[in-house]
């Protein structure tokens, strides 16, 4: 069996984190493999480029299903054991005093957090010192950044011999290769597949300071801010049903630029960086699906949960395109 799968060739379409994580675990399983990526460079390939980054499968199950937490953790070993600079700080989730009926919300619907009063949040973050009564601190969490990230997981696949051919669109069913990984995100072909767009900042400031990604609660527009280095903030992210590409909307920026502001007023100077937005995958249930039809395997549908699922459905596709599982679906 090792020696037929040594020769295997396989051809990966998508170069976003669903593909470069199916690509690299099929060269490590010792595969012959070859991504296809339509975008000219590897920045194009939107919803993955402008993702958060947040390894956070407990805060996830917020509004989740809770089967995403126990691959969503083994994801965290995976990226470590892979690419630099993963932070394991956890997650800071906070609300104002008037919304604190968040936090206990939240808490309710998660598991595995820390309750923290105001001396709490001080010792984690001192920026935020006075600015929040309570929140809660998952420290099991973590966050990398998705452009470094991206780019290592890239260059550790080029290492393992494989190769991607960027300017290229072709559809599953004339690609070569033994198998074919489908991994094409919004521009797959399952008709249950539904667009979410999802509207970013990149903000500049070296007036504040943060170790982790801290999630602002609001009835209306939770956020997050998430930790780049050298004063640099991501900003994220709406969550519009939408099929409509292009920029931002008006609304979407000025509330995530307001729910900056309210978690710090020092955000107020920061310089504007980057304003993008994306269309993520999702199917009905929020949930990916990895199947298999003759020689194509499909990865998608994985919503906002791209770099925290897409480790376990690489894995889950290399099976269905090495044999090592026979069934059509596997449940992700």
Not at 41 to 56: E, N, Q, T, V, Y
């Amino acid at each position: 069996m090792q020696g037929r799968q040594n020769q295997l060739s396989a051809t990966v379409i998508g170069a976003g984190v669903a593909g470069l994580c199916t690509a690299v675990t099929l060269a490590e399983r010792g595969a012959s493999v070859t991504v296809h990526e339509r975008s000219a460079r590897l920045g194009d390939a939107a919803a993955s480029w402008l993702a958060g980054g947040m390894l956070a499968p407990f805060c996830e199950a917020e509004s989740a299903d809770h089967s995403i937490v126990e691959p969503g953790i083994a994801a965290i070993e995976w990226w470590e054991s892979r690419v630099p600079d993963v932070m394991r700080n956890g997650t800071l989730v906070v609300a104002s005093g008037r919304d604190a009926g968040e936090i206990a919300r939240f808490g309710r619907r998660t598991s595995g957090a820390q309750p923290l009063d105001a001396e709490g949040i001080e010792a984690l973050e001192p920026d935020l010192a006075g600015r929040f009564r309570q929140g809660l601190h998952f420290a099991d969490e973590a966050h990398l950044d998705p452009r470094r990230a991206l780019a290592a997981l890239a260059e550790r696949f080029a290492r393992l011999g494989g190769t991607i051919r960027f300017g290229c669109d072709i559809k599953p069913e004339t690609a070569e290769g033994d198998v074919v990984l489908d991994c094409r995100g919004i521009a797959g072909d399952d008709p249950e597949l539904r667009s979410l767009r999802g509207e970013m900042l990149v903000l500049r400031s070296h007036d504040v300071r943060l170790s982790r990604p801290v999630r602002l609660l609001h009835p209306r527009w939770p956020i997050y801010v998430v930790p780049r280095g050298d004063g640099h903030f991501m900003v994220g992210a709406t969550m519009i049903e939408s099929e409509a590409s292009g920029g931002p909307t008006l609304r979407s920026a000025v509330e995530l630029m307001n729910a900056a502001y309210a978690l710090h007023p020092a955000f107020a100077e920061a310089e504007v960086i980057e304003m993008k937005a994306g269309r993520r995958p999702a199917f009905p249930d929020n949930l990916p699906k990895v199947t298999r039809r003759g020689r194509i395997v499909s990865v998608n549908g994985l919503y906002r949960h791209g770099f925290l699922l897409a480790p376990d459905c690489a894995a889950k596709a290399a099976d269905l395109a090495l044999g090592t599982n026979t069934r059509e679906e596997i449940a992700a």
